[in-house]
């Protein structure tokens, strides 16, 4: 038989056997014990009897004895609540022009056709120059270089 004949005859096979069903169910497979988690996790609940015999006996509380007993009286955790962010910085009028033209100018150019204004060659060039005047300004002013003063070894600059 040739190698071709081969790979004909196994394929012929397994297209045989696409809608036989599987020899091994999953549920027979092999499951390893340690991958087995338990359905939830022990808890202990003291009653209110139970935990004034405790203080009576020695004076002392279990830190875990509190957190159960708190659960089991309904009341939810405390989550984290992050600090509120610092202001944003200031921005100097140069940034702020910069902005307004860059989208100024085309706002003004959607404006006036939406609104079918007759554009004068002028009024066109001067919102065109706005828009690529204000991109041109963001862009050199980002400072993404690295920092003055980092000496002669940066490391990783971020």
């Not at 040739?2 to 297209?15: K, L």
């Not at 955790?77 to 944003?88: S, T």
């Not at 085309?106 to 007759?118: G, M, Q, R, T, V």
């Amino acid at each position: 038989m040739t190698p071709q004949s081969d790979e004909d005859e196994v394929w012929r096979q397994i297209i045989a056997s696409f809608n036989d069903p599987a020899e091994h169910d999953s549920a027979h497979q092999p499951w390893p014990d340690s991958e087995n988690l338990p359905a939830e996790p022990p808890r202990r609940v003291i009653k209110q009897s139970d935990e004034e015999d405790l203080l009576r006996e020695d004076d002392l509380v279990d830190d875990d004895a509190d957190t159960d007993t708190e659960r089991s009286d309904g009341e939810e955790e405390e989550h984290y609540v992050p600090p509120p962010p610092p202001p944003l910085p200031k921005t100097d009028a140069a940034t702020k022009i910069a902005w307004l033209a860059l989208f100024g100018g085309p706002a003004y150019l959607l404006l006036s056709a939406a609104l079918s204004w007759n554009l004068q060659g002028w009024m066109l060039f001067t919102a065109v120059a706005a828009f690529i005047g204000g991109f041109v300004a963001l862009v050199v002013r980002m400072g993404d270089g690295p920092p003055n003063d980092s000496g002669w070894d940066d490391g990783a600059v971020i």
